[in-house]
């Protein structure tokens, strides 16, 4: 995995003799949060202006050639990804900026970066890798890993892979399709495996690790990447805890590694085994990490599996916002050893108090709530409909970038070296517990036997 640099995550800029400045202030949280809202903002804006515009975004899908031809490399499709393009690179350039980055590198490797992005969307596109259930982020992270294990990335290039910054964005835009609304949809069944599925596989992730003496930050960005919801739930873990940049990049590879052969086996899976529809859906959506994996797989099983392991998965994306806050808590808590960094000794200079706990807290994960109320309960459904098409095609975009990212900053050999191996041994046998625990519980509360199946 490739060692984390200044231009990757640059400090904040120091304070000026005059005293704050406003740059000094903003952190990436609160840059992805703004340029996330500013967008939101700006869409529900144009279609307050024109009730009746249609937005148009950006087309993947293709079955031959002259399909790839005609849709995805026609003019019109090329111009609009183009003009994403530079509207991102703006607002991107602007976080580099406020970040304290460097602008003239990132630059370069931005545009290398988007194209890759765009690259690995087209690639998901084609009818049969689609079927299959194989997804963009896979795409993303192969070219990824490919250009920074067997290449030297330039240091234009690693200025422009900010991962974190470009999925902290994306989720803040996430935030406008995961609807209160339709979580109650699932009942008692969906609420009850969101909660007891993520805190239950949380714990024993943990303490797998520990058993296999991982450190407490690891464990604790690996559990809630098993138990939630992937790479998301990684970064606004570590981002509770400020954890080591370097476990976050090793647990995203693992989940995306990982996520590969889920894909493919759990659908071929439920039909071989003749597992109920909506009871394979509940448990694709509390096992797989992205909505978008879950939207694949469900698919493949049928539309009941589609409905059902959706809202689980919404679900547990609500959960972002409330395990981000009770880490904090708990992290506040815990006394970081002098010696070994471990939590384990009083520290004077951070007590656990309310300001620690802000200081901790994603402020990207308040983005991502604020926008999910917003949707859920103040912006008309009409409106939702409307923007909701390119709303998901900008925050697709956002994670492209970001898992294509991920792969620039990942070395293979460091899966095997860092710590002896132990941290991917743990996150293998704690998703092997997941996917048995979930599918438990998916019998249990979807089967119709102890309670009515919820009417999706």
């Not at 005059?18 to 809202?37: H, M, N, P, Q, R």
């Amino acid at each position: 995995m490739a060692q984390p640099t200044e231009t990757t995550t640059a400090p904040l800029p120091p304070k000026t003799a005059g005293g704050i400045t406003f740059k000094s202030l903003l952190s990436e949280d609160w840059v992805a949060f703004i340029i996330g809202g500013a967008i939101i903002l700006a869409i529900l804006l144009i279609a307050g202006l024109n009730p009746g515009l249609k937005f148009q975004a950006p087309v993947y899908q293709w079955a031959t050639a002259k399909d790839l031809f005609a849709k995805v490399l026609s003019p019109a499709n090329i111009l609009l990804l183009a003009l994403i393009g530079v509207i991102f690179f703006l607002l991107a350039l602007a976080a580099v900026f406020f970040l304290g980055g460097a602008p003239r590198r990132f630059i370069s490797g931005f545009i290398v970066i988007y194209i890759l992005g765009i690259l690995s969307l087209i690639i998901a596109g084609n009818s049969t890798i689609s079927y299959i259930g194989l997804e963009y982020v896979i795409f993303g992270l192969i070219i990824g890993l490919l250009l920074g294990n067997l290449t030297v990335l330039p240091e234009w290039l690693r200025e422009a892979a900010r991962s974190e910054f470009y999925i902290k964005t994306g989720l803040v835009i996430l935030g406008s399709s995961v609807l209160f609304t339709d979580i109650i949809k699932a009942g008692l069944p969906g609420i009850l495996q969101a909660v007891i599925v993520v805190s239950v596989v949380w714990f024993a992730a943990l303490w797998i690790a520990r058993k296999l003496k991982v450190d407490d930050e690891f464990g604790v960005i690996l559990a809630s990447a098993v138990s939630i919801c992937g790479v998301s739930a990684a970064i606004a873990a570590s981002g509770a805890i400020k954890g080591d940049k370097q476990k976050l990049s090793y647990v995203t590879t693992l989940v995306l590694i990982v996520a590969l052969p889920m894909l493919v086996l759990q659908p071929w899976i439920i039909r071989v085994l003749h597992i109920p529809e909506i009871v394979g859906g509940a448990w694709l959506g509390g096992t797989l990490d992205t909505t978008a994996s879950v939207t694949a797989a469900a698919q493949l099983v049928g539309p009941a599996a589609l409905k059902a392991g959706v809202i689980v998965k919404f679900s547990q994306n609500v959960l972002i916002g409330v395990a981000a806050l009770m880490l904090a808590i708990w992290w506040a808590f815990k006394k970081k050893s002098a010696k070994t960094g471990d939590a384990t000794a009083t520290s004077e200079d951070e007590r656990p108090n309310a300001r620690v706990i802000w200081e901790r807290f994603p402020k990207f994960v308040l983005g991502f709530i604020a926008v999910s109320i917003l949707f859920s309960f103040f912006i008309p459904t009409t409106t939702t409909k409307q923007v909701g098409g390119i709303l998901n095609a900008l925050r697709t975009v956002w994670f492209s970038l970001a898992f294509v990212s991920i792969g620039l900053e990942a070395r293979f050999t460091d899966l095997v070296k860092l710590n002896g191996g132990r941290p991917a041994l743990a996150f293998i046998g704690a998703q092997v517990f997941n996917i048995l625990w979930t599918l438990l519980w998916a019998y249990i509360l979807f089967d119709g036997r102890f309670l009515p199946v919820p009417d999706l």
